[in-house]
Structures are given as C-alpha cells and as structure tokens.
T-cell receptor, first 114, second 114 residues
Framework: KAGVTQTPRYLIKTRGQQVTLSCSPI?????VSWYQQTPGQGLQFLFE???????NKGNFPGRFSGRQFSNSRSEMNVSTLELGDSALYLC?????????????FGQGTRLTVV | QKEVEQNSGPLSVPEGAIASLNCTYS??????FFWYRQYSGKSPELIMF????GDKEDGRFTAQLNKASQYVSLLIRDSQPSDSATYLC??????????????FGRGTQLTVWP
C-alpha cells in the first residue's frame, strides 16, 4: 500500500510569489490535514479536509488556503509569500472512521522563501 | 486552548537502557494520544497510539495513559542508537472524533549513545 505522497519535495520561491503544494493520501483515506513545521513553532495545524470539505482550520492568515478533490487528493496554496513562510509543510492522511483516527505523514515539502 | 507539553530534553541514555518520555495535556476532551518519532530532516513516523487508561505495549515500546493526571508517557526498553530522534506527543479530541486535528508538543530529543 503506497504511503502519503507530497510533491514537490523542495521549493524555492521569492517573496510575493504564490505556491501550490500537492498531497495524495493513502488509498482509502478520506481525511487530509496540513501542518507547518518550523524550528521555532514546532508542528502547527493549518487545516483539514474530509470529503472535499474543510472541517477544521488553524490560526493562519487567509493567505493560506487549500482544497480537496473527489479522489481525496489535496492541494494547499500560499499567496503573497513572506520570508516567515519558509518551513516544512507536512500532509497527513487518516481513515477517519470510528476508532481509526491515526494520521500518517508524507515526506513533506520544504519551502524556502528568499 | 488545547495544549500538549513535553519535557524538551535533550534526553541522553546509554544503549540498552530504558528511555522515558513524558507528556501532559491541558484539555480533558483530548482522549486519543499518539507518539511520533522524527529523525532529523525527515517527516514524523507514527510509533504508537493509546486511547484507554493504562499501558499499551508494542515490542520495545510501552505507552502509558493516565487521564486523571492528564499524563502520557512513552517508555523505550533496550534503547538502541537507532532510536536517537525527536519524539513528538500529540493529542486528538476523542477516539471516535471525525475531526482530524492533532495537537502536538514541541518534542523531546533523545540521544542513545553506544
């Protein structure tokens, strides 16, 4: 069974640009969550999608957005990039059925904003 | 505010010893807990999850949950140098929750020296 796949693995962007990151969850998993990891703040929740609907959102500005497609693949977008957006962006997938809430992470996309 | 606190370490133990990692949580609504291991430059890897009070064992790993004290721990027996990593504790709202948000601690860095 394939794991969670994130693309691209690495990105370098300049301030003011926008970026789109992609996540393909484990087959059969319907929930996709996104997290930002930085040395200073640790792992912080961005948002979660389930069956194409955003169910939960963390405390990030509106520049951070996402969506989920009917095949459960998800994308997140960051507009007007700032230097502070440099981070490892992690996607996690979960079956999200009763009693099975374990989340499995992809390898992440390391975004560097210069 | 849902928070998970971990002793930041670093924790250093000799090979073969027991490593004890601890975590406390602030919200009694958090009923599911997860331990992730993260090697430097890699994404978090799920080690164990625990929902019920008491101990749960899986190989060299034992997770302990005490809901009355709002305390979670992970014991690693017969520690190996390959166990050297950052260990992340995470909580979720409840076992049957359909909300896929995890609250992460900052992690404890463990070093196992030969």
């Amino acid at each position: 069974k394939a794991g969670v796949t994130q693309t691209p693995r690495y990105l370098i962007k300049t301030r003011g640009q926008q970026v789109t990151l992609s996540c393909s969850p484990i087959s059969g998993h319907r929930s996709v969550s996104w997290y930002q990891q930085t040395p200073g703040q640790g792992l912080q929740f961005l948002f979660e999608y389930f069956s194409e609907t955003q169910r939960n959102k963390g405390n990030f500005p509106g520049r951070f957005s996402g969506r989920q497609f009917s095949n459960s693949r998800s994308e997140m977008n960051v507009s007007t990039l700032e230097l502070g957006d440099s981070a490892l962006y992690l996607c996690a997938s979960s079956p999200q059925i009763a009693g099975e809430t374990e989340a499995f992470f992809g390898q992440g996309t390391r975004l560097t904003v210069v | 505010q849902k928070e998970v606190e971990q002793n930041s370490g670093p924790l250093s133990v000799p090979e073969g010893a027991i490593a004890s990692l601890n975590c406390t949580y602030s919200d009694r609504g958090s009923q599911s807990f997860f331990w992730y291991r993260q090697y430097s430059g890699k994404s978090p890897e799920l080690i164990m999850f625990i929902y019920s009070n008491g101990d749960k064992e899986d190989g060299r790993f034992t997770a302990q949950l005490n809901k009355a004290s709002q305390y979670v721990s992970l014991l690693i027996r017969d520690s190996q140098p390959s166990d050297s990593a950052t260990y992340l504790c995470a909580g979720a709202l409840d076992r049957g929750s359909t909300l896929g948000r995890l609250y992460f601690g900052r992690g404890t860095q463990l070093t196992v020296w030969p």
